[in-house]
């Protein structure tokens, strides 16, 4: 059975209910899909020119479910609006995900709904890569793009895809998805993948990875997705390529060599049989990059939550609570205890 959970809305049921949460609280479980879809990323980036080439592989017989552009800016003086930006030779809507005021310079992710665009491209064709074009509005305020395809296929084995977004805070933040049922990771075809977006990023600017309390990587980051020869501001961005090839560690070795971490991971070897959590822990010590998408695709059906919520959301929580339990006795209802 196919089935598409966009926007987080279980996770999110009962505190949306509650109060109103910041859209921009890092990053954020934007979209979940479970069942016979899989996933493509790309990226581009350059300075030397605004027009630009990213690409999604899928296997034939594929149908597009959804697509998504982002762009990476900066600015040192005030967030950098692209608007005017195109894609297959049309104008965009860009959403802001959001600055990340725990970095420098103003840095933002914006995301566009480009489903329409790509899915004529793709569906009934032959499979394999497909190219689209793009336009910047600005080449130097904006580090590069890169493309999200989510896909049907009735050749799929029971997947779950998911795909975060905001921005990454520098002091920390926390993904997870939980499982119904223990992992196997001895099963057959056990895969669990994950690629990040990441712009204004090169030269040692760097984040640490972790999972499940091992660290992954400690460079996270660079310009890989530049087609330019020298990394400048207006090339600096790079998406791991959800396919592969993975440039991560194993426990007790996590990658270390900047040049060779290409933002795309294995975290089959960070798992153990009998777990029901994948946590992901990113941290970015020097300040100066933003992780602006992260993408993960595992196999079997599983359900991605938020991380820990910021101080103030648990105060909003506990009112929230507090308030149901009032109208509760209001209502003659008697309410147990619970402990959250």
Known sequence: MKRGILLASLAFSVASALTPISAFAANNLFQEYIGDYGVSTSGWGSVSTSDGTVAATVPVGSTVTAAYLYTSTWDFSAPFDPSGTTFQGSPISLTPLGVNSSACCNLQGWRADVTSLVAPVINGGPGGTYDFSLTEANTTQQDGEALV???????????????????????????????????????????????????????????????????????????????????????????GNINGPYTGGTPGFPQTDYSADHEAYDLVPFLSDGETTIKIDTINASHDDNIFVEVYDVSGEGHFVPGTPEPSTWVMLVIGFAGLGYAARRKGLALRSVQA
Do not use: R, W
């Open 149 to 239: 395809v989510v896909y049907s296929n009735p050749s799929q084995s029971t997947q779950t895809v998911a795909i975060l977004n905001g921005f990454a805070s520098s002091s920390g933040d926390t993904s997870v998805v939980n499982f119904s049922k223990p992992l196997d990771t001895s099963a057959p075809g056990f895969f669990a993948h994950m690629a990040i977006g990441d712009g204004f990023s090169c030269c040692d600017q760097e984040s640490t990875i972790s999972v499940n309390g091992k660290e992954m990587t400690t460079v996270a980051g660079n310009n890989d997705s530049s087609v330019d020869a020298s990394p400048a501001d207006g090339n600096l961005i790079t998406m």
